[in-house]
């Protein structure tokens, strides 16, 4: 069995078990630990590893173009971009630590709004142009962090950083330069950099 079969099958038993994102780094590490006892156990030894195949690259591939795309513009390594971000069917959610993005919940939520904003950019979704107000939404509610009376206002401040066009759910967001520096500090501060 290669090595990305390995990670694959703890990526998918992690995601299957609903483990707490506080959790996910010790049980990936177990559940590796059990595949490759199992894998030794299975084959009398370790099976080869491939050569042609590096952890960096299979996460690549493993995880498609976005992630990479992604790193690339955060200029930090791609093996070390899922302390950030998970990608699934070409979508991205933050997944990293909420209470690294912030010491209230306004600040969190435009850290949040700033970091999906350009990771959303530099990963090529949206077709280059705005992300819609439900896409962030969504996002910034999956986190616990969704204050109805002033998700709003929160957003509003992130104006020397983002574009905001129109308002309420059907406004549409679009990451300045200064945004992407902003989420580019965010980031490498997440991704240990």
Not at 107 to 125: H, T
Not at 165 to 179: H, L
Request: proline residues 3%; aromatic residues 4%.
């Amino acid at each position: 069995m290669e090595p990305v079969d390995l990670l694959n099958q703890a990526t998918a038993a992690i995601k299957q078990a609903n483990i707490p994102q506080d959790l996910k780094v010790v049980a990936f590490a177990k559940i590796m630990d059990l595949l490759v006892t199992q894998n030794i156990s299975s084959l009398g030894n370790m099976a080869p590893i491939n050569s042609s195949h590096s952890p960096e690259r299979d996460s690549v591939e493993a995880s498609g173009n976005v992630l990479r795309d992604i790193a690339s513009n955060l200029g930090v390594p791609v093996n070390v971009i899922d302390r950030i971000f998970d990608e699934t069917d070409g979508n991205i959610a933050f997944c990293g630590d909420i209470s690294a993005l912030g010491r209230s919940k306004a600040e969190k939520v435009q850290s949040l709004a700033v970091l999906l904003l350009a990771g959303r950019r530099w990963g090529g979704l949206d077709g280059g142009g705005a992300t819609a107000d439900d896409i962030l939404r969504t996002e910034i509610d999956r986190h616990g962090l969704l204050d109805v009376s002033n998700y709003s206002k929160h957003i509003a401040t992130l104006k020397p950083f983002i574009t905001i066009s129109g308002s309420g759910k059907k406004a549409t967001y679009k990451v300045k330069y200064d945004g992407l520096e902003k989420a580019k500090e965010i980031g490498r501060s997440l991704a240990g950099q």
